[in-house]
């Protein structure tokens, strides 16, 4: 079964700084990656995806994700933090497997916390 | 465009009662799925729901149950409601098939006491 792994329930950064989330997957198949963020009180924003070609995924807001099938990872990262970026991260999986399930298998999320 | 819409914002309901939750889909969008925010669950997948048919559906009881009208709208509904019921209902909604990204919308939580 696929898995998503969020290394750290909260990462604190000080503004300007870099943003790093790290992600990490298990798959049986090449999957279909996604970044969401979501802000207190409101649903899910699609960041980015990662589906074939280009491993290196840009994003809205500034962010953007390497999906690395060596390591299992899809980290995200913003090279200079805003305070604005304040708000929870989740990365997901789509679940190909052998039949399509419409399902996406998300990670715990991580909060980024930016301070100033 | 109009993104995902969901009704109502917020929904109390007691112990024991009927909730009825509702989606709207990006226009052209044909795929509904509904996903259960819960405090220390995470997020997990409800249903899926694809040209007016179930097409999966997560691990939950029976009592979780909805279905897509012909406008591709959905309606999520639950059964004798439980306290641990209480959660943030998303609905999301993509292309027809599985493979797009799932657009969000802003959740109605449920809160049952």
């Known amino acids: 079964a696929q898995s998503v792994t969020q290394l750290g329930s909260h990462v604190s950064v000080s503004e300007g700084a870099l943003v790093l989330l790290r992600c990490n997957y298990s798959s049986s198949v090449p999957p279909y990656l996604f970044w969401y963020v979501q802000y207190p009180n409101q649903g899910l924003q699609l960041l980015l995806k990662y589906t074939t070609g280009a491993t290196l995924v840009k994003g809205i807001n500034g962010f953007e994700a390497e999906f690395k099938k060596s390591e299992t990872s899809f980290h995200l990262t913003k090279p200079s933090a805003h305070m604005s970026d304040a708000a929870e991260y989740f990365c997901?999986?789509?679940?190909?497997?052998?039949?399509?399930?419409?399902?996406?298998?998300f990670g715990q999320g991580t909060t980024l916390q930016v301070k100033p | 465009e109009a993104g995902v819409t969901q009704s109502p914002t917020h929904l109390i309901k007691t112990r024991g009662q009927q909730a009825t939750l509702r989606c709207s889909p990006i226009?052209?969008?044909?795929?509904v799925y509904w996903y259960q925010q819960a405090l220390g669950l995470g997020l997990q997948f409800l249903l899926w729901?694809?040209?007016?048919?179930?097409?999966n559906r997560g691990n939950f009881p029976p009592r979780f149950s909805g279905r897509q009208f012909p406008n591709y709208s959905s309606e999520l509904n639950v059964n004798a409601l439980e306290l641990e019921d209480s959660a943030l209902y998303l609905c999301?909604?993509?292309?027809?098939?599985?493979?797009?990204?799932?657009?969000f919308g802003p959740g109605t939580r449920l809160t049952v006491t």
């Open positions: 999301a909604s993509s292309l027809t098939g599985t493979l797009y990204e799932q657009y």
């Open positions: 729901y694809d040209e007016g048919e179930e097409r």
């Open positions: 997901a999986v789509s679940d190909k497997g052998s039949s399509n399930t419409g399902k996406l298998i």
């Open positions: 226009s052209g969008h044909t795929s």
